[in-house]
């Protein structure tokens, strides 16, 4: 049995406002799995540093005044793993939700996926960076963002 999860880390600084919620899913041949989906709102403003956490997968976490440790860098919860379809895999996106406000640049630019799978109790994690021909933003809040690329290697 393997498991697989996502986050979507800074690679430059984020604002972030109050009310912002991001959300994240696997699509595994065009559905979506329940348990993947992640959501992280953010109660409290803040700024998110190069190399930290946005969101992630298969959880959802509240980033408020009781929760945030302000001695450490604002970052959210990791992500869940989940377990991986048995069925072959054909087709493979993420769709997250991201706030229109305060985000100025483009998303491929600021941001990298990172991969967490697991197989016979051994855990990697993979960075993949955006391709802006792999992203399919649908406004005002949605990207779908194409890994198919990864077929055959998870």
């Not at 869940?80 to 991201?98: G, N, Q, S, T, V």
Request: charged share 20%.
């Amino acid at each position: 049995m393997s498991f697989i999860g996502f986050e979507l880390i800074a690679k430059r600084a984020w604002t972030i406002l109050p009310g912002h919620t991001f959300s994240m899913s696997i699509l595994w041949n065009k559905k979506k799995i329940p348990s993947s989906i992640g959501r992280d709102i953010y109660h409290e403003p803040g700024l998110i540093l190069p190399d930290k956490r946005i969101a992630a997968t298969g959880r959802i976490h509240h980033l408020s005044e009781n929760t945030i440790n302000h001695y450490e860098p604002l970052q959210t919860a990791p992500c869940y793993l989940i377990c991986r379809p048995e069925i072959p895999l054909d087709d493979l996106k993420i769709e997250l939700l991201a706030p229109n406000k305060g985000i100025m640049e483009p998303i491929h630019q600021t941001a990298v996926l990172c991969l967490w799978s697991e197989e016979k109790q051994l855990l990697s994690n993979t960075e993949l960076h955006l391709d802006p021909q792999s992203i399919e933003w649908n406004p005002p809040v949605q990207y779908s963002i194409d890994l198919s690329f990864l077929l055959g290697k998870i």
